[in-house]
């Protein structure tokens, strides 16, 4: 008899303990009504440092005026992000606000009907204040899917003492000078570029700008469309890559090198004077100063834009940049989510952003506060390129992107030719 | 984890019954007959206890083990993004995709490597090991447990630990500088032509405790007589190693390496946690789980992810249905000695 | 020795082996090898633990060196996070209810298997053997998609009922030949005496089952405490880790400071070497015996 109750019991327990574990379990709680009270889970990529005591400061001061809101904020390692957010979305517990990349990612998400239109509930604020320019990125169909709060353009980060060290004076405009100064790095045994392959991106990103030089603004936004590599220009692209990658000018163990995670990634490199220069989008500054030996900003950072190449399609100019922009799920409070989004764009909070991620914030009023001079250069170089693109890998997808990441990698190592990367973003893009 | 368990007939008395000798029970085998049982007429009781009883069991399986690889096969015909319902209806597309893709055949050769590779690392050290081990000596069962410990911890640990290690500027390229070996350092991680090897090392490093408690048992079950009258009939003892231990550890040795070549074809965590999402295949140590997970999930491709599954699925069946056929076939036909099976 | 006996305890004693001159000099190279195997095995775990008592800067200047000084704060603030301790709430509460899960169940449907003679008896159980056909790697993209449509994602439910069918073959292979060699003698006497099969279940099956039963829960336990794949597909929030994921979560946020991710680390083995530890013998044992037969 015991026995069995005690049989009976255990199976009583295992029911219990399913059911009590799920009740445990984390999720994003569903938003409630518009009015009352309204909870929202909000996903961002700073996992250190002052990015993420902005975010929580921030939050903190929307909640205060506005008591009605909770906001549960969740840091996510910027590697992990995009593979979580999709699954997130998929599943239906998607969080309410999170960082959106734009490009294929975004377009994916909005044909899956998982962003908010946010068009019309866009505040004063940010119509006046940030470019539109900003918000192209992250238009699609005639509607706009997310609000920008920082503008990263892509170049190239050095430190002034090492290349003063190796005897550099100025700083390289073409191919060509780039090549000399690497050399020269060489000679006074300091390791030129640091690259975060074990990310993959990081590598990528040398290639999509050989790919701006090579191919003109309309072959890349057609092949954004089409996701068919069969223009000349992308193999052009990939022997100039390959030429570069073969002087051999990066970093020892770069194959598992993160890019930005601890003293011996790409970023800590750089930020410890173990490496000269890495090719960044402006959000660097910020991870490096979290990484130096005293976790102040590196005092002799310095920018440059990428190199011009000869013989291009590419404007010369043409910057690869970013936005970073936040999106609302289709399922968010709309009053609330929009509220924050636009709260993000206010001149104090834009203002706290650049001072705690050494950004360049999309608020244009607070652009004035900027007094770095290399973000001054970023500005400057910003504001007069004729073009910006995406990333290439957000622009693609992230299928596409992946592969197109990962073959780049190959032919960093050694494993893949310069024909590999068409073949390889072509049979992705037959897997999807 | 399988381990097969033979039982052997109890004495009876007293019951008539034609011979029923017991099938051995290896683990392709089905269970034997049991005797007739008188049974007193509830046969709807006896339905509904067996209903109770094994439905339960039944159903969860049925739910989550064979339902999703039944639902893998019908996704992978088509091309998904993982929401909604599939439309995009490709056939056999997908599998054409990965038999044609280079680098599906870098993971198959990887994980061939790896099959092979641990076979033949682990096999004979942890022979030799267990026949070591298997004295009377002080200390063996803290022996026994130490040497298990890289086992019970999980993979995770394991490639973390390792990975801080084998870092270029990291405890073991300290240490062979240390010892005066320097010239061996090397980027054990990064180098395309090693770091399948290093895979292959930490591999070996995890289980062959496994390999060497599993063979002590087998050799545990040797009768002492056998020995005794090699001994006395004047064999050495590596005539004995070779004559008697070896062939009456062949069940368990077959045991062994159709554990390892199931595990070794399913490899995931390591990898993954060493080499990332991104780099393994560069690396050269990608296997089929994380090609899978690298080109379905991780990149929105559900109906590829899942026609990659099946292949893995049919891939590890023909495996294990060969290996069963063939090579465990030769322990279920006969026993050398009472205590020997499958 | 009876087959019952022998089954149900499993043989503890060792038989001696001859001693003289020849096994003393063997004992002690004996010792050596087992040593140096010993240190091979256990180095790298004592890399780790070792490892949260330095600090970052002692880490870098001597990568292979012991602790000096001995720094506490490493494992200090990671005891005290909350997150640690949530992680493996997470994973006790997921590996102990696994475990009852594939306790109770499997050994209800291998008594069935094992001592009811009914049709499609022998395909229930060559039902569960092939299910060592399906390993969690191979489902888990399917699986993932069925317990998101279930919508348990992001709950240990939606990890614990998977691990429970994914470690029902092993035990059902594992029991049913324990419990088949319970000799049918007990049973017709317990029925004699006026129990149900039901009762000779309960009263004499599990406890006679006992050393397979513990073989089979300590093997769920473990599976479980160690799984890394299923959770990762699964549970997105990070409140929701348990250890293996939120290992390697830590180990990427904090990469910068590795003294405490190797603190963190081998603070999340500790649990899995004191289980280990205690049921050492059951589980060596077990396994002794499940090969032994």
Excluded at chain 1, 64 to 72: C, L, M
Excluded at chain 1, 209 to 216: D, I, K, M, P, T
Excluded at chain 2, 184 to 205: E, F, G, M, V
Excluded at chain 2, 287 to 316: C, D, E, H, K, P
Aim: charged fraction near 15%; include cysteine.
């Amino acid at each position: 008899m015991t026995r069995k109750i005690r049989a009976a019991a255990a199976i009583a327990l295992i029911g219990a303990s399913a059911l009590v574990a799920a009740g445990c379990s984390a999720g994003s709680d569903a938003a409630g009504g518009d009015g009352g009270k309204v909870t929202m889970t909000f996903w961002h990529n700073s996992t250190t440092g002052p990015g993420k005591a902005f975010w929580e400061k921030t939050v903190k001061d929307f909640e205060a005026k506005n008591p009605n809101v909770t906001i549960k904020i969740q840091a996510i390692q910027n590697e992990d992000l995009d593979g979580k957010l999709q699954t997130a979305l998929n599943s239906g517990s998607a969080p309410d606000v999170f960082l959106q990349r734009g490009g294929g990612k975004m377009a994916a998400m909005v044909n899956a009907g998982q962003l908010m239109d946010i068009s019309g509930s866009i505040g004063k604020t940010a119509k006046s204040e940030i470019s539109d320019g900003a918000f192209g990125g992250y238009k699609q169909d005639g509607k706009t899917w997310a609000m920008p709060v920082d503008v990263n353009p892509e170049g190239i980060w050095y430190s002034q003492d090492l290349f003063k060290q190796a005897g550099i004076e100025g700083t390289p405009t073409t191919m060509d000078e780039l090549n000399d100064d690497i050399q020269k790095l060489k000679d006074a045994n300091i390791q030129p570029v640091a690259v975060g392959a074990k990310d993959a991106w990081p590598a990528a990103h040398w290639y999509y700008n050989f790919a701006l030089r090579a191919c003109s603004e309309s072959t890349l936004t057609k092949t954004a469309t089409d996701l068919k590599f069969t223009n000349s220009c992308w193999t052009q692209a990939g022997k100039d890559t390959k030429a570069f990658f073969d002087t051999k000018p990066f970093n020892d163990g770069y194959l598992t090198t993160a890019a930005q995670q601890g003293a011996g990634s790409s970023a800590g490199l750089v930020a410890n004077h173990k490496a000269a220069m890495e090719l960044m989008g402006a959000w660097d500054p910020g991870v490096i100063s979290s990484l130096t030996p005293d976790g102040k900003p590196l005092a002799d950072l310095g920018f440059f834009p990428f190199p011009e190449v000869s013989g291009g399609k590419g404007e010369p100019g043409s910057m690869m940049g970013a936005v970073d922009g936040y999106s609302c799920s289709a399922k968010a409070p709309k009053q609330a989510c929009t509220d924050f989004l636009n709260y993000m764009t206010q001149k104090p909070v834009q203002e706290g952003y650049y001072k705690a991620f050494n950004a360049i914030p999309a608020n244009k009023s607070a652009q004035s506060v900027v007094t770095e001079p290399y973000l001054k250069t970023v500005l400057e170089s910003y504001n007069k390129a004729p073009f910006v693109s995406n990333y290439l890998d957000t622009v693609y997808g992230q299928n596409v992107g992946n592969a197109l990441n990962t073959s780049v990698v190959n032919l960093l190592a050694g494993k893949g030719s310069v024909d590999d990367i068409v073949k390889t973003v072509n049979q992705a893009a037959a897997k999807g | 984890m399988t381990t097969s368990v033979t039982p052997r007939s109890p004495e009876r008395s007293g019951d008539a019954r034609p011979g029923t000798g017991r099938q051995q029970t290896g683990a392709d085998g089905s269970p034997s007959a049991p005797a007739r049982r008188a049974r007193k007429g509830s046969d709807v009781r006896t339905r509904v206890e067996i209903a109770v009883l094994a439905g339960p069991a039944t159903i969860m399986f049925v739910g989550f083990v064979i339902l999703p690889v039944v639902l893998a096969a019908y996704y992978g015909f088509y091309k998904w993004q993982g929401y909604g319902t599939p439309t995009d209806f490709v056939g056999l597309g997908n599998y054409k995709i990965i038999f044609t893709d280079p680098d599906f055949r870098g993971v198959l050769f990887h994980n061939a490597f790896i099959v092979i590779g641990s076979l033949l690392v682990q096999g004979p050290i942890a022979i030799i090991l267990a026949l070591l081990l298997n004295q009377r000596i002080r200390g063996r069962g803290l022996i026994r447990v130490l040497i298990f410990l890289p086992y019970v911890i999980s993979e995770v640990i394991v490639g973390t630990g390792w990975s801080l290690m084998l870092q270029s500027s990291g405890a073991v390229n300290d240490l062979l500088q240390a010892v005066g070996l320097g010239a061996l350092r090397a980027d054990w991680l990064s180098n395309p032509d090693i770091a399948i090897w290093t895979l292959l090392a930490i591999i070996s490093w995890k289980y062959i405790g496994f390999a060497v408690i599993l063979f002590l048992a087998g050799l545990q079950s040797i009768p002492e007589e056998l020995f005794e009258a090699a001994q006395l009939d004047g064999a050495s003892y590596w005539q004995i190693q070779r004559r008697i231990t070896l062939p009456l550890l062949g069940p368990t040795l077959r045991i062994w390496a159709f554990l390892s070549i199931i595990g070794s074809l399913q490899l995931f965590d390591l990898v993954y946690i060493i080499w990332g999402q991104y780099i393994a295949a560069t690396a050269g140590t990608s296997t089929m789980a994380t090609y899978m997970v690298a080109n379905g999930r991780m990149s929105g491709n559900y109906g590829y992810g899942n026609a990659v599954a099946v292949v893995i699925f049919l891939i590890s069946l023909v495996v294990a249905l060969v290996y069963q056929r063939f090579v465990l076939r030769r322990d279920t036909a006969g026993a050398l000695t009472e205590k020997a099976d499958r | 020795m009876t087959a019952t006996a022998s089954i149900v305890a499993p043989k503890r004693g060792r038989r001696p082996q001859d001693s003289g001159p020849v096994r003393r000099e063997r004992n002690l190279g004996t010792y050596f090898i087992a040593l140096l195997f010993i240190l091979v095995c256990i180095g790298p775990v004592a890399y780790i633990v070792l490892g949260g008592f330095r600090s970052n800067s002692q880490i870098t200047a001597s990568p292979a060196g012991l602790p000096s000084p001995w720094q506490f704060d490493n494992y200090l603030s990671v005891l005290s996070s909350g997150v640690f301790w949530q992680q493996l709430g997470n994973s006790v509460i997921a590996a102990v209810t696994t475990t009852v899960g594939v306790v109770v169940l499997g050994l209800m449907v291998s008594f069935v298997i094992a001592r009811y003679r009914f049709r499609g008896r022998d395909a229930l159980y060559s039902l569960f053997a092939a299910g060592l056909m399906f390993p969690i790697t191979v489902a888990i993209t399917p699986l993932y998609l069925l317990v998101k449509d279930l919508g348990l994602t992001n709950s240990l439910a939606g990890v614990i009922l998977p691990q429970v069918a994914f470690a029902l073959p092993t035990t059902v292979i594992i029991l049913v030949p324990f419990l088949r060699a319970i000799p049918d003698e007990l049973e017709e006497a317990a029925s004699i005496d006026g129990a149900s099969r039901l009762g000779f279940f309960f009263r004499m099956v599990v406890p006679l089952s006992l050393p397979g039963v513990v073989t089979v829960g300590i093997l769920a336990f473990i599976g479980s405490w160690n799984s890394y794949i299923l959770p990762l597909f699964i549970l997105n929030d990070a409140s929701a880790y348990t250890l293996p994921l939120g290992v390697q979560a830590f180990s990427s946020q904090y990469s910068v400071d590795t003294a405490r991710v190797l603190a963190f680390t081998s603070l999340s083995m500790i649990p899995a070497l004191v289980f280990f530890a205690v049921f050492q013998r059951r589980i060596v044992g077990g396994l002794t015996g499940a090969v032994k037969g």
